[in-house]
């Protein structure tokens, strides 16, 4: 069975603190993603890794850094955290040509 | 940019009935479609998924037709039941520099009536 597992399902942090956000999936897949996802909004792309140490811009980076050290870890790193950045937060794993996976997401609430 | 979106926000159907999800995507160069579930609270479940080279792929009480003339992918769900209501999502995978990027459509709520 395919896994994708977030370190957290929910969160609660305060303005300003650092937050990490980790995933790690078992599946030895090079790809990984990291979405947020909000009421009429959809699923947005933070930022995505092709390769360990490698990252390319989503459609919303502002905020957020990522960190690739491991191909089975994605990291996203909320620098100060704000109340705009609460949200679901999805991370996705997928091999080239191949259907992407799903994390059980992680509630982020910023007070 | 590229992008994928889906025709109806709303579908509601009876239990039993078949039911029909529509997407449309614009890049024709994707080599992958995906179509998840999501149901309140969690994460997009994997449904099914099609190549490019495939018209037509078929699991269990599901359908996924891919017609790449016209840049359009439906999913079909038989008999639908009451645990088949949620948002239902496409996505494509197309190549992205070294990798492959992910790309989803707004979403389409089934909700099924009893």
């Known amino acids: 069975d395919v896994k994708v597992t977030q370190s957290s399902r929910y969160l609660v942090k305060r303005t300003g603190e650092k937050v990490f956000l980790e995933c790690v999936q078992d599946?030895?897949?090079?790809?990984m993603f990291w979405y947020r996802q909000d009421p009429g909004l959809g699923l947005r792309l933070i930022y995505f890794s092709y390769d360990v140490k490698m990252k390319e811009k989503g459609d919303i980076p502002e905020g957020y850094s990522v960190s690739r050290e491991k191909k089975e870890r994605f990291s996203l790193i909320l620098e100060s955290a704000s109340t705009n950045q609460t949200s679901m937060y999805l991370c996705?794993?997928?091999?080239?040509?191949?259907?992407?996976?799903f994390g059980q997401g992680t509630r982020l609430t910023v007070v | 940019g590229e992008s994928v979106g889906l025709h109806l926000p709303t579908l509601s159907v009876q239990e039993g009935d078949n039911s029909i999800i529509n997407c449309a995507y614009s890049?024709?160069?994707?080599?992958?479609f995906i179509w998840y579930k999501q149901e309140s609270g969690k994460g997009p479940q994997f449904i099914i998924d099609?190549?490019?080279?495939?018209d037509k792929r078929q699991g269990q009480r599901v359908t996924v037709l891919l017609n790449k003339t016209v840049k359009h992918l439906s999913l079909q769900i038989a008999a639908t039941q009451p645990g088949d209501s949620a948002v239902y999502f496409c996505a494509e995978i197309g190549l992205y520099n070294a990798g492959n990027m992910l790309t989803f459509g707004g979403g389409t709520r089934l909700m099924v009536k009893p």
């Open positions: 099609i190549r490019s080279n495939m």
């Open positions: 599946m030895d897949h090079e790809n």
């Open positions: 996705a794993s997928s091999n080239r040509f191949s259907s992407a996976f």
């Open positions: 890049n024709s160069a994707s080599d992958y």
